[in-house]
């Protein structure tokens, strides 16, 4: 198993909106992507971009806000009013692979692998397993790079 590139930090927010201003006025982002709800993840997303160097991608910030009280970002929002980072997440060329990978080395994957707010399939590592770090893996999207 190879870890690809840090696709995007997980940035909980109580606020869209709110978080949306931040990276346009004080971070000035210049590509934020139109904001879309994930029932099945119990989230709220918005991609904002950072830019690439020669001629790559940079890393997304994904703004997740929850979606209803039945969230698992809810949770994470009520110790951390004010929102902060959740998880990282970084590519991996075949899910399935990866998933086994992790679990041979004790890790507890949390859940089978599932459509993330790429569009492509996605699951996430324990904490405890991973340095302290929510870690989700995600398989590099067929259109990327």
Request: charged share 20%; glycine share 10%.
């Amino acid at each position: 198993m190879k870890l690809g590139r840090l696709n995007h930090i997980g940035v909980a927010t109580p606020s869209l909106e709110r978080s949306i201003a931040y990276y346009r006025d004080v971070m000035g982002a210049t590509k934020i992507h139109e904001p879309f709800d994930l029932p099945a993840q119990g989230v709220k997303v918005c991609f904002v971009d950072t830019p690439g160097e020669n001629g790559t991608a940079g890393t997304q910030i994904e703004l997740i806000e929850p979606f209803d009280e039945t969230s698992p970002i809810t949770a994470f929002i009520a110790k951390n009013p004010a929102g902060g980072q959740h998880h990282m997440c970084y590519e991996v060329p075949d899910i399935h692979e990866a998933k086994a990978w992790f679990e041979a080395k004790g890790a507890r994957v949390l859940g089978e692998p599932r459509i993330g707010a790429h569009g492509t399939l996605i699951f996430f590592v324990h904490p405890k397993d991973m340095n302290g770090v929510l870690t989700e893996i995600m398989e590099t999207p067929k259109e990327a790079h």
